[in-house]
């Protein structure tokens, strides 16, 4: 039962540590002049303008199951969405734009661990710390995991900005096979690469949160 609800208040913080990345995502590109994210509806707060099946719903499911069954091998709580739809050409610096923009979703994510990690380094307990605890690691995971140079990730955009633009294309157009590529680093490649993502992830947390960590 523990794993349960420690699988479910995962998943609460994945929900809003998606709708404020997804959110500052489009809050910030909608500042630097590009109103295509207003236009398509994502200046939202509301989950359906982002959702997405596999990224959204069915993989993080997947491993919250693992999470919540006890299992021996729990990957970091994970979901993307629908990417906001941006226009380039609307920015007046677009390598610096990209980048900013590519930042805000995990900026956001770590902005909102903020609270529960202070709280959690005053000190609480019981199920309340339980719950803090969840909420501060799935947000954690979802900043460090978007920072990863995966295609279709921010980390992705970032490394794109500074690649040859025929480079820059194909790395960006690879971005369709990221329910394949995420498959695989998550549980076919997941010791190299995942205990990157746990040290980041637990490092951040020691930094808010103190010793809990």
Not at 120 to 136: D, K, N, Y
Request: glycine share 8%; with cysteine; proline share 9%.
């Amino acid at each position: 039962m523990d794993n349960v609800r420690y699988a479910v208040y995962l998943l609460v913080g994945l929900l809003v540590g998606m709708i404020a990345r997804e959110f500052a995502r489009s809050f910030v590109a909608t500042n630097l002049g590009d109103s295509t994210p207003r236009l398509w509806g994502r200046l939202s707060l509301s989950p359906k303008s982002w959702f997405e099946p596999f990224g959204s719903g069915l993989f993080p499911g997947l491993i919250l199951a693992l999470w919540a069954f006890g299992a021996t091998f729990q990957p970091p709580p994970f979901a993307y969405a629908k990417p906001a739809p941006v226009d380039p050409a609307r920015w007046k610096n677009p390598k610096r734009d990209a980048i900013v923009i590519s930042i805000a979703g995990p900026v956001a994510n770590v902005g909102v661990a903020v609270v529960p990690g202070l709280l959690l380094r005053v000190g609480t307990s019981g199920e309340f710390s339980l719950f803090l605890f969840a909420f501060l690691v799935s947000n954690l995971t979802l900043a460090v995991g978007h920072l990863l140079p995966i295609p279709g990730l921010d980390g992705a955009r970032i490394v794109g900005v500074f690649l040859p633009p025929r480079a820059a294309e194909v790395y960006r157009h690879a971005d369709q096979y990221l329910p394949l590529i995420l498959l695989i680093v998550f549980f076919l490649l997941a010791n190299p690469l995942l205990s990157v993502m746990n040290d980041l992830s637990r490092g951040l947390c020691r930094v808010l949160a103190g010793p809990v960590c």
